[in-house]
């Protein structure tokens, strides 16, 4: 018993030299940590495209700090007030101590890892606008793939519910993909998939039963035109890229372009989406931008550049008044009538392209008042893969005009119907109006060249 009770307290001697031991070591943020607090500093202050105030970058930092401390659980959390310099490097240290003293307040339950995050969150915070942001690195790897899309094994349609049959429409067939090459055409209804009835089943659903590994096959009844195929339409699934650009042609040879988003590869989509309706003879264009929130401003460009032959296309005014003019790029298709779709929520890059095709008068934009975003934001990578997206620059459209927080007036102003189902005319009151007036141009220019 004796020879235990010492064991015992020799165990509980070495534990507490062990807590001791931790305790003693001071906390410490890592030099990783300190650099993306320096270059967050540097890139705010120098980049945004209003002057910061220092002073307000210490205090929002501050405030981030005390805040995650109190939802962390540490109610004694009042850290020092920090005094800005004229020195950046002065303000940056001030940083590093504010995170070092957030981080001992919090006594393990936060790590300064993540205290940093928060610190570089309020700097950008500080500047009160909406668009100038850290991103976590998921949080950045999504906005990615937002714009950039992703790959999946599927089949390649665009799918939707009939909502009077309650089965699942094929709204788009993407070109040369697997049920392309099996035969699947739009306006297909998908009866069943594997067996399985997709009455009343969601698009989401049906898109979990349609993909799949690539090389693996999945077997469709269809019904087109009003009957059942006599036999199941196998399709081979194959690695699909999300696509930004959907086109088909409505009737009197009119094509509808939609546009998802203003992504890396959306300039070149909408070129081979041009082709194919070129050579189904198309005579007038509709391009759909309603709920696109935007993308990259060399999107923009490129798609505006499609229907622009020449001039600008955007100017963006960054500090100090310093002012660039993007012009268009000479790879305009033909001209023919064209209409663009917008609503509230077409913002960004979308309404740098309806502001353009506007003001250079060819084509009319028909729909509702835009969204109202006109400022630029750049990203900045980081290295541990977050990032900062801070506003640069703001941009004005080809007639000066700047409609940030005004957005866009439409030519034609027409609201949404309804429960609409867009790019489908009977269900699109929008999509309707818009063929009307297409359809009234090409009447217009008929009897010109008669």
């Not at 998921?138 to 009077?164: H, M, P, T, Y």
């Not at 893969?385 to 459209?397: C, D, F, H, P, V």
């Amino acid at each position: 018993m004796k020879r235990l009770s010492t064991l015992l307290a020799c165990a509980l001697a070495a534990a507490f030299i062990a807590r001791a031991a931790v305790s003693a070591t001071p906390l410490a943020i890592s030099q990783a940590d300190r650099n993306e607090i320096a270059v967050s500093y540097d890139y705010l202050t120098a980049n945004f495209y209003q002057h910061v105030s220092p002073q307000a970058v210490l205090n929002s930092v501050r405030g981030d700090l005390e805040t995650t401390l109190k939802s962390a659980g540490v109610h004694k959390n009042a850290l020092p007030a920090m005094r800005a310099s004229g020195l950046a490097s002065a303000n940056v240290s001030a940083v590093d101590r504010e995170v070092l003293l957030a981080a001992r307040a919090a006594g393990g339950r936060v790590g300064t890892h993540q205290l940093t995050y928060t610190a570089m969150d309020g700097m950008m915070r500080s500047v009160h606008d909406r668009y100038t942001v850290f991103l976590t690195p998921k949080e950045f790897a999504a906005l990615n793939q937002g714009l950039d899309g992703g790959d999946f094994g599927g089949v390649g349609i665009v799918i939707s519910q009939d909502d009077r049959t309650h089965y699942i429409d094929i709204e788009n067939v993407i070109p040369d993909g697997p049920a392309d090459k099996a035969g699947l055409q739009q306006d297909d209804v998908i009866i069943s998939i594997d067996g399985t009835s997709t009455k009343s089943m969601s698009p989401d659903q049906a898109s979990k039963h349609l993909r799949g590994k690539a090389g693996t096959n999945v077997s469709l009844t269809i019904e087109r035109d009003g009957k059942i195929l006599p036999a199941p339409i196998v399709v081979t699934r194959a690695e699909i890229h999300d696509v930004s650009v959907i086109e088909k042609m409505l009737p009197g040879k009119i094509g509808y372009i939609e546009l998802t988003v203003f992504g890396s590869d959306t300039g070149s989509e909408l070129d081979s989406a041009l082709d194919r309706l070129e050579q189904e003879g198309v005579r007038a264009i509709v391009l759909d931008l309603r709920d696109n929130g935007g993308g990259y401003l060399d999107a923009a460009i490129a798609v505006s550049s499609k229907f622009i032959p020449s001039g600008p296309i955007v100017s963006v005014e960054q500090r100090a008044s310093d002012v660039t003019t993007y012009e268009a790029d000479d790879t305009a298709i033909s001209p023919v009538p064209l209409a663009v779709l917008v609503n509230g929520r077409t913002a960004s890059a979308s309404e740098i392209t309806s502001g353009a095709i506007q003001d250079s008068g060819v084509g009319s934009i028909i729909g509702t008042r835009t969204f109202g975003k006109g400022v630029v934001q750049t990203i900045y990578p980081l290295g541990d893969g977050s990032a900062l997206k801070i506003t640069t620059a703001r941009y004005l459209t080809p007639h000066n005009r700047d409609i940030n927080h005004l957005g866009i007036t439409p030519d034609i102003a027409v609201n949404e119907n309804v429960n609409p189902r867009f790019g489908d005319p009977s269900r699109d009151a929008q999509l309707e109006r818009a063929l009307d007036f297409l359809q009234s141009r090409l009447t217009q220019l008929n009897a010109q060249n008669s």
